[in-house]
């Protein structure tokens, strides 16, 4: 079992819809949990960065944390076609600075 | 300011050559990493620097990979005898605070 699972099948949705993304792990260790999005051919680039469970908005973006099931989720609400990117889940522990990725999302916001 | 950089941005070369690939960290970041990234899979870890010193080099794949990073700050990734499998994205990351890694556009590597 990989540490961190994502599903990675394609997402195409209608732009202005809610985008809903989510990653589970089975290291209990994790405290620091982010997410990246990444364009064709160019480095990850970090959207949100969260400590330990809990919720934290950031304009259109929301990530939530919930650490009792190993679970974590981006929404991306009135979704644009330039959110049109992978999308990766990232986590570490405390000192353990390697991040642990999921496989990527891609989402295809369609005008 | 500015992020994270690496150059090349695009290598090739023949299975059985050396390499070497450059990261430009962002300035006054202590913290350095190298990832890999095959195509529909996330980065994978091969190295962490704290400063000059490597502190975790568990995710280096075989004794054909080598990173230095001499003055604390520009690191060099180094693989000898370079073979097909070893084509991929080779991603660079710096950070100030734990889990925050900020990453650069990457090196894609192809052997032939």
């Known amino acids: 079992q990989k540490e961190v699972e994502q599903d990675p099948g394609p997402l195409s949705v209608p732009e202005g819809a809610i985008v809903s993304l989510n990653c589970t792990y089975s290291n209990s260790a994790f405290q620091y949990f982010m997410w990246y999005r990444q364009y064709s051919r160019k480095g990850p680039e970090l959207l949100m960065y969260t400590y330990s469970s809990g919720n934290k908005e950031d304009g259109r973006f929301t990530a939530q944390v919930d650490k009792s099931s190993k679970y974590i989720s981006l929404f991306i609400r009135d979704s644009q076609p330039s959110d049109s990117a992978t999308y990766l889940c990232a986590m570490s522990g405390y000192g353990n600075n390697r991040l642990a990725f999921g496989k990527g999302n891609q989402v295809v916001v369609i005008p | 300011g500015a992020g994270v950089s690496q150059t090349p941005s695009n290598k090739v070369t023949e299975k059985g050559k050396y390499v070497e690939l450059r990261c430009d960290p962002i300035?006054?970041?202590?913290?350095l990493y190298w990832y890999r990234q095959s195509l529909g899979q996330g980065p994978e870890f091969l190295i962490y620097f704290q400063g000059t010193g490597a502190a975790d080099d568990s995710g280096l794949p075989n004794d054909r990979f080598f990173a230095v990073r001499p003055e604390g700050s520009v690191s060099t990734l180094k693989i000898q005898r370079t073979e097909r499998g070893d084509s991929a994205v080779y991603l660079c990351?710096?950070?100030?605070?734990?889990?925050?890694?900020?990453f650069g556009p990457g090196t894609r590597l192809t052997v032939l």
């Open positions: 300035s006054g970041h202590t913290a």
């Open positions: 990351a710096s950070s100030s605070r734990a889990g925050e890694q900020f």
